[in-house]
Every structure is written in structure tokens, then in C-alpha cells.
């Protein structure tokens, strides 16, 4: 596809339950983001990838949350024991590469997590 | 203190006016600045970049940087109906795209 894709694009679970959200960036796109943005708040940065290694996790809350990206592309964000404050939309972006000049985030439309 | 601060608005203007956000900051390293539009239930897309000092203008659309205040603004000129949306600032101390600090963004109404 020709932008971000984020699936699914709604997901409803209970508090205890484990979660994956899948993210597919823009083709030829070296860097991979994950945000997580409440309700009313701007996004916050979780974790971001420079091919297929975490290059900064420093924004993932605690160890219930994990992200991978085996093959340098598509990435998955895991959350373990979901908490109903991980309730947000978690977003991915890509980017040509992290050192681009231009500071583009390409957002997906996001995943809206809601955890009961 | 967030490291970003953002009036949320909302903020209401007719058809024509002319708008301003503005943006705070604390954190001296930020060198890069942005500016972000995001429709509701949609990501944010990238209006305006800038590293400097001084103002930058695109279209309608002008970015405002004064670091020795820690003031970032975006003016909107002739707005219109299809700019309302949420305006997010981010900033970043380093080059590209990476941990990028959001304000909480601003909603705006254009009232045609």
C-alpha cells in the first residue's frame, strides 16, 4: 500500500489479556515508530526501530510492553497483562531513515486499544 | 512540568481569519521544530519544519521560531473550513524523526 498500515484498526479486550498490534510501513522505509497518544494528549514515543534492531526503547512504560521487527519491515507491538490505563491509540509511523533532514513522521491511522 | 506545553484549545475562528497556536518549551537541547496536522480519528501529517530561529512560510502557512524564548508559533492565513483538525507542535533535539516531544495539540474550528 502506498502509506501506513495499522491493524487492527480497533481492539476491545479485558484487563489481563495479552494484546499484538501489527504495523506494516511505507515500502523502502528503514525506520519504524510506535506512539502511544491518550485521550486529548499528544503522542508519546514508546520505541523506535533502524532496520530490524530496537534502536531506543527508552519511552516503553514497563516490561509488559515489548515491539519486534524480525524482517526489518512489518513490526508488532506486544502488550502482556493489559491494564485498563494502556487504554490509547497507539500509532506507527515510518520514516525514510531516522536521520532524515525533514524530521517526517508518515503516520498510520492508528490502532485504538480499549482495555475493560 | 511537561517539557511542551500547549493550550488544547478549542479555538473557534470564522472563515477568513487568521489563526495562531503556539507552542512553550523547557528544554534548551530542542534545535527542531515541527509542526503537525491531525483529522479526527486519523494520524498526524507533517505542515511545517524548522531548525532555525525566524519564521518559515509555506503557502498559507507560516512557522515562527524564537528560541532564545522558548516560543514556537504557526499562523494560518484565509483559513479555512478544511483546516479544521488538531495541531500538534513536536520538537527534538537531535536531526530527523526519532522521540520526537508532542505538544498536547490544539483543536481548531474553522466556521465557514
Known amino acids: 500500500g502506498a502509506g501506513v498500515s495499522q491493524t487492527p484498526s480497533n481492539k476491545v479486550t479485558e484487563k489481563g489479556k495479552y494484546v499484538e498490534l501489527r504495523c506494516d510501513p511505507i515500502s523502502g522505509h528503514t525506520a519504524l515508530y510506535w506512539y502511544r497518544q491518550s485521550l486529548g494528549q499528544g503522542p508519546e514515543f514508546l520505541i523506535y526501530?533502524?532496520?530490524?534492531?530496537?534502536?531506543?526503547d527508552s519511552g516503553l512504560p514497563n516490561d509488559r510492553f515489548f515491539a519486534v521487527r524480525p524482517e526489518g519491515s512489518v513490526s508488532t507491538l506486544k502488550i502482556q497483562r493489559t491494564e485498563r490505563g494502556d487504554s490509547a491509540v497507539y500509532l506507527c509511523?515510518?520514516?525514510?531513515?531516522?536521520?532524515?533532514?525533514?524530521?517526517?513522521?508518515?503516520f498510520g491511522e492508528g490502532s485504538r486499544l480499549t482495555v475493560l | 512540568q511537561k517539557e511542551v506545553e500547549q493550550d488544547p484549545g478549542p479555538l473557534s475562528v470564522p472563515e477568513g481569519a487568521i489563526v495562531s497556536l503556539n507552542c512553550t518549551y523547557s528544554n534548551s537541547a530542542f534545535q527542531y521544530f515541527m509542526w503537525y496536522r491531525q483529522y479526527s480519528r486519523k494520524g498526524p501529517e507533517l505542515l511545517m519544519y524548522?531548525?532555525?530561529?525566524g519564521n518559515k512560510e509555506d503557502g498559507r502557512f507560516t512557522a515562527q521560531v524564537d528560541k532564545s524564548s522558548k516560543y514556537i508559533s504557526l499562523f494560518i492565513r484565509d483559513s479555512q473550513p478544511s483546516d479544521s483538525a488538531t495541531y500538534l507542535c513536536?520538537?527534538?533535539?537531535?536531526?530527523?524523526?526519532?522521540?520526537?516531544?508532542f505538544g498536547t495539540g490544539t483543536r481548531l474550528t474553522v466556521i465557514p
Open positions: 513536536a520538537m527534538s533535539a537531535r536531526p530527523g524523526a526519532n522521540n520526537l516531544f
Open positions: 526501530f533502524q532496520g530490524t534492531g530496537a534502536a531506543d
Open positions: 524548522t531548525y532555525s530561529s
Open positions: 509511523a515510518s520514516s525514510l531513515w531516522a536521520g532524515a533532514d525533514t524530521g517526517e513522521l508518515f
